[in-house]
């Protein structure tokens, strides 16, 4: 079994608003996968879903294998959970909160938890609820190493997160799940710190899936043109490669994954002409804007 | 032995709260005897008797709300921090069936307050059994029991409350749980509630559960 999650047909409502509808996709072992898409696409339905929080109207998801409103104790335990904003027992200390959880897992390491409870400045009898954001995002995330989960799913970890913790939480998280082959389905709002983290993308918006690939073939087939009209009533909306398209007077910001040569063709073909046609290069962010648009 | 990290996550918890409680609740006991002592000491032992064989006087009765806020106050200490930023996932989550880990919580809860009440009530006893005999001492405690039981009801309401995900559930459970709660509270004669009791005791022991429901709801998403 090479898939760690397996959600097939997932469709869910709140009241009569459609959240998602059909959504299928899977977690191959070994990989990290970020899940994108604007506000209120069904990221965080998808993570509750995904821990058992939340039952679909229809379709069901697995891991490992088992379905995730039934998971049982032991697949649980192979199963770490950061919850939006690192949520923790704030009612502890750190040295009562690794204590608390060792006791459950039986793979449990101490080491990593430590090392970077070290790199905190805050001693051990001082109480989760008075750190700062960031520092609270360090005991989640050295709670989920010492567990030594094999799958670890992320609900925004970048919330609340000040640069140099967000980096210091990606560099950590992903030299960690390459060094032990460790799974990874995470969402973030930022999705520069995606980049960094991910190997693998779905992104969603209202109407489904809009992409799942490795982040290197989407980034290879999704393009952007950046040109400007003569005449800036000329429509191309309408043309089947357009995945977006961004029109400012007569600047042109055209998305696609088809190749310059066919939208040069369709602009000659239908007697549009344009100037200072160019490829735009694309981080994750714009081809993220790009596909699901700024609106 | 995972039971045994629950209890210290809920002890954690509720500590100072139960301890408080308590504490408050040995003072309430001790100022009780004190006003018993001053009315020996100032009204004559015979007066007394009269006023509570005759008249009916219950000298206890400023105990009756006493297990009531306990129960409420061990609830909320216990639950409410669950519910902050929906905490009760990482519970949830731990490698243990969602019910079992909350009645591991709910019965540590419980016993907690059992304890308390026994600390508090038995220290009554024993200085009740100084100024009066035995069976005027069994009596007063069959009359209290409805009030003790009153406040694991309490207790068990609050948890399902609290743990209720829905405001407008809340609100329903609310009045009817302060409904139910009176029945606790019927004004009667010392040990007047003796046949009532066993019943009083099986909707508690029904009512020990509620808080599953709450969890249940919760864990398919009702928002």
Redesign the interface.
Known sequence: MNNVIECNNLTHYYGKKKVFENLNFQVSKGSILGLLGKNGTGKTTTI?IL?????PRSGECLIFGENTQHLS??T??R?G?L?E?H??????NIR?IE??YS???PNWKPAPFWELMSKLDVTHTQKISTMSCGQRSQVALGLILAQDPDLLILDDFSMGLDPGYRRLFIDYLREYAKSENKTIFTTSHIVQDMERLIDDLLIIDYKGVLAQASVFQFMDSFKRFDFELENDKADMKNASFVVNLDKMKNKVELYTYSSESIVKKYLDDNNIKASNFAQVKMVLEDAFIGLTGKY | ??W??VV??EW??IRWFLVGYTLLGILGVGYLLLTVKHDFAFSGGKNIWNSILFLGNQFFSPLKYVSLAGGLIIAIAQYF?ETV???I??S???????NKVLLMMHTFGAVSLLLSFVIIFGLFSGFCLIYFPVQMVIYSLITILPWVLAGFSAYFLGALIILEPHWMFRFYYSLVGGFFLTIFFVPAVTSAYSPANSGLFVLTAILSIALLFSAYR????EM
């Open positions: 509750n821990n058992g929080f939340l039952q104790p032991q649980k335990s199963i959970f919850i904003g949520i923790q027992y704030s009612f502890m009562q204590r608390f006791g459950f897992y | 032995m995972m045994k990290l210290y996550k954690l918890k921090p930023n929906k905490r996932k990482l949830f989550h731990l490698p243990l069936g969602e919760f864990r398919k998403g």
